[in-house]
Nanobody
Framework: QVQLVESGGGSVQAGGSLRLSCRASGKVFGLNEFGWFRQAPGKQREFVASIARGNLIEYRNSVKGRFTISRDTSWTTVYLQMNNLKPEDTGVYYC?????????????WGQGTQVTVSA
């Protein structure tokens, strides 16, 4: 089992910044890919960004140039730096991880952290 704990959410005005963190614990050996997803009220959960072994990084188009995903050297913590936030970025942000040999979405999710961007 892998446990994921997110932190760093909050409320900001449009144009502001937030940095989310996700720390993994438990069976963390060989984790292959971390990702961030978000869910706005009344909408389905959507992919935001991911980072895989080999530093393969992907972003959804609407956040390219504004969000940056990174991780620590131990592959147990991943970050999402969010700049120039927009009201449409509002939602609950979830961390997700895929194990050895697998890709996102993986079986393990964090509890989510709320991000609210006001106009």
């Amino acid at each position: 089992q892998v446990q994921l704990v997110e932190s760093g959410g909050g409320s900001v005005q449009a144009g502001g910044s937030l940095r989310l963190s996700c720390r993994a614990s438990g069976k963390v050996f060989g984790l292959n890919e971390f990702g961030w997803f978000r869910q706005a009220p009344g909408k389905q959960r959507e992919f935001v960004a991911s980072i895989a072994r080999g530093n393969l990084i992907e972003y959804r188009n609407s956040v390219k140039g504004r969000f940056t995903i990174s991780r620590d050297t131990s592959w147990t913590t991943v970050y999402l730096q969010m700049n120039n936030l927009k009201p449409e970025d509002t939602g609950v942000y979830y961390c997700n991880v895929a194990g050895l040999g697998t890709r996102l979405p993986g079986d393990y999710w964090g509890q989510g952290t709320q991000v609210t961007v006001s106009a």
